[in-house]
C-alpha cells in the first residue's frame, strides 16, 4: 500500500490488519531506534493498494 495524505504521505508499506475505519500498517522504508519497522494505522481513504 502506499499514503496518500498525512504525516506518511508517499510512504509504502505492508497492510497488517484491517479496521472499521483505518488498518494498520508496517512501513518498508521507515524504522524504529531499534531496527524494527515502523508501525502505525492509517485512515480508509488516506492510502492505496498497490497489489
Known amino acids: 500500500m502506499k499514503v ?6 508517499g510512504e509504502e508499506g505492508s497492510i497488517i490488519n484491517v479496521y472499521n475505519n483505518t488498518v494498520a500498517v508496517e512501513f518498508n522504508n521507515i524504522h524504529t531506534k ?3 519497522k515502523f ?4 485512515k480508509h481513504g488516506n492510502y492505496k493498494s498497490l497489489s
Open 34 to 36: 531499534d531496527g524494527s
Open 4 to 9: 496518500l495524505d498525512g504525516e506518511y504521505k
Open 39 to 42: 508501525r502505525t494505522v492509517i
